[in-house]
Nanobody, 125 residues
C-alpha cells in the first residue's frame, strides 16, 4: 500500500491554476513535515515547498508568491495551490514526509521518509 497518494495534476495553459492534493494512507500526518518536490524530464528532483507540523511554510524562490502549501490534518491531506503557472513548472510533482524542517533551506530528498508516486503537471498552450 502506497503511504501517500498525490492527485490534481493535469494539463493547464500558462497563467492557469491547479491544486494538488497529497493524502496519507495508514498513518497520521500530524507530526510530520510534508514537502512537495518536482522532477522535470532530464532534471534532478527539486524541493519546491514544505509545511511543518506546526504550520510554518517554506517556498523556493521560483514559486514564491505563486504557490501556497496548506494542510488539513483531520483529512490527512496536504495541498499545493499553484497559480500563475509557467511552462517551467511542468514536472511530475511528488509529496513526501519528513521529521525535519528548515525555514532557510529547500526540502532535501535525503531527509524524506515516505513518498508518493507523483502526479504530472503540464503547462502548455
Amino acid at each position: 500500500q502506497v503511504p501517500l497518494v498525490e492527485s490534481g495534476g493535469g494539463l493547464v495553459q500558462p497563467g492557469g491554476s491547479l491544486r494538488l492534493s497529497c493524502v496519507a494512507s495508514g498513518f497520521t500526518l500530524d507530526y510530520y513535515t510534508i514537502a512537495w518536490f518536482r522532477q522535470a524530464p532530464g532534471k534532478e528532483r527539486e524541493g519546491v515547498s514544505c509545511i511543518s507540523s506546526d504550520g510554518r511554510t517554506y517556498y523556493v524562490d521560483s514559486v514564491k508568491g505563486r504557490f501556497t502549501i496548506s494542510r488539513d490534518n483531520a483529512k490527512k491531506t496536504v495541498y499545493l495551490e499553484m497559480n500563475s503557472l509557467e511552462p517551467d513548472d511542468t514536472a511530475v510533482y511528488y509529496c513526501a514526509t519528513s521529521h525535519y524542517y528548515s525555514d532557510y533551506d529547500p526540502p532535501d530528498t535525503t531527509d524524506m521518509d515516505y513518498w508518493g508516486k507523483g502526479t504530472l503537471v503540464t503547462v502548455s498552450l
